[in-house]
């Protein structure tokens, strides 16, 4: 396999300031004044930085030409305009790329790239971890959780946004077309950052990424589903992967709280969902547990009245699941029934298994990482 695969090292750690890249117009107004700026220029000073970062992507308040140097050295003694650091980069045989990424504390997550021919999606991480052990989901066997902060989760996408070259703005030729809420974590308990971080990325004057373009996906937190839908408007994904709740709550155990019926009446009323802005379901296809003809017949019927798409997605094994990836002959039986029924339902090309990239498959390496991390410094946290 020709796999790129860099291991870089931890960069000499600087004493850690508040971030700049991450704050909302009104924070960042609170930066300016915090260094001494009057506050009538503050709302100014707001609009230079939010352009200067969120538009042109600055990583030193060097480039930010427009605002005096003076002002630029006291933000600097202040605050960071940086990025976290990139622990490992790995490219895929299909032009997937994943970035392992250090974040101030040392925690790990992942982040991934996906190149099509007419798009290319960036999937982000909403958490360390995740609380929700799904059966079936590499990141759910990983025990430490934080929620990131929304200047983590937007840091993602800036991060990404240098790596392949993409600064300023630009609304035509873009290299990140789409993002994703489907990396490590529910996105949905970290709700308040992660709407914070979609204002931000969809911003018309910075990075500008249009709401119809991000996917937030959930296993199912019903009480928020409604309220998401309201207050950004990001298409919703819905990781349902069974038709009945026997067989759902063993491999998605948070439907014990939240039941198939429940989720699918939050889904019937998720604002401005249409034809033109179908919920995606996903399905996972595990073999002998969800992927019988009784179950596409009972899932069409289950979303049967919501614009839907299903994304039928092969299961991606990793060392130690305890299932199996369904066979083609019982997956192509199932996609028959669904599309006989009016729903699209592509299934989803495994991208990076090569790179441990693909759907459920993040962690391992964040793991790995830690235990190295570990080995070399005994005061790093476990
Ligand atoms: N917690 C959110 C966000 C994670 S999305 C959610 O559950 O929706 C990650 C997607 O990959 C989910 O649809 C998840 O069910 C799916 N997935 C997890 N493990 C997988 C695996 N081993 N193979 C294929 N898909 C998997």
């Known amino acids: 396999m020709n796999i790129a695969d860099t291991i870089i090292p931890a960069a000499l750690r600087i004493p850690h300031k508040p971030r700049l890249a991450g704050m909302s117009r009104a924070e960042l107004a609170e930066a300016a004044v915090s260094v001494g700026e009057p506050a009538h220029k503050a709302k100014m000073r707001a609009s230079q930085l939010f352009h200067w970062i969120y538009f042109r992507g600055a990583r030193s308040f060097d480039d930010m030409t427009t605002i005096s140097k003076e002002t630029r050295v006291k933000l600097g003694q202040k605050y960071d305009v940086g990025r976290e650091d990139i622990a490992r980069a790995q490219l895929s045989e299909d032009g997937t790329r994943k970035w392992l990424v250090r974040l101030a504390d040392g925690a790990l997550v992942e982040t991934v790239y996906i190149p099509d021919e007419d798009r290319a999606t960036l999937c982000i991480s909403s958490q360390v971890g995740c609380t929700l052990t799904c059966k079936f989901c590499h990141t759910g066997t990983q025990p430490w959780v934080r929620n990131l902060t929304t200047a983590e989760i937007v840091g993602q996408v800036m991060l990404a946004r240098d790596e392949v070259n993409e600064w300023p703005?630009?609304?035509?030729?873009?290299?990140?077309?789409?993002?994703?809420?489907?990396?490590?974590?529910?996105?949905?308990?970290?709700?308040?950052?992660?709407?914070?971080?979609?204002?931000?990325?969809?911003?018309?004057?910075?990075?500008?990424?249009?709401?119809r373009r991000i996917t937030v996906s959930t296993a199912g937190v019903v009480p928020m589903i409604g309220k998401l839908g309201e207050e950004t408007g990001a298409a919703l994904a819905i990781s349902l992967h069974a038709t009945r709740d026997e067989v759902r709550d063993v491999i998605v155990p948070l439907n014990k709280k939240y039941p198939i019926a429940a989720l699918l009446d939050a889904c019937r009323n998720y604002p401005?969902?249409?034809?033109?802005?179908?919920?995606?379901?996903?399905?996972?296809?595990?073999?002998?547990?969800?992927?019988?003809?009784?179950?596409?017949?009972?899932?069409?019927?289950?979303?049967?009245?919501?614009?839907?798409?299903?994304?039928?997605?092969?299961?991606?094994?990793?060392?130690?699941?305890?299932?199996?990836?369904?066979?083609?002959?019982?997956?192509?039986?199932?996609?028959?029934?669904?599309?006989?029924?009016?729903?699209?339902?592509?299934?989803?090309?495994?991208?990076?298994?090569?790179?441990?990239?693909?759907?459920?498959?993040?962690?391992?390496?964040?793991?790995?990482?830690?235990?190295?991390?570990?080995?070399?410094?005994?005061?790093?946290?476990?």
């Open 169 to 211: 703005s630009d609304p035509d030729g873009r290299m990140i077309t789409n993002i994703v809420l489907m990396g490590m974590g529910e996105p949905l308990y970290n709700y308040d950052n992660v709407v914070a971080a979609l204002h931000l990325l969809t911003d018309n004057e910075g990075i500008a990424i249009s709401r």
């Open 272 to 382: 401005g969902s249409a034809n033109s802005r179908r919920i995606t379901f996903e399905y996972v296809m595990l073999k002998g547990i969800n992927d019988s003809v009784r179950d596409a017949k009972e899932l069409v019927q289950l979303i049967a009245g919501i614009p839907a798409k299903v994304n039928l997605i092969p299961f991606n094994p990793w060392p130690g699941s305890p299932y199996e990836c369904s066979d083609d002959e019982s997956i192509a039986k199932f996609v028959e029934i669904v599309n006989r029924a009016g729903y699209s339902s592509p299934i989803r090309t495994p991208r990076g298994r090569d790179i441990l990239a693909a759907c459920g498959q993040l962690k391992s390496d964040s793991l790995r990482e830690r235990k190295s991390r570990v080995t070399a410094s005994p005061s790093t946290p476990a």
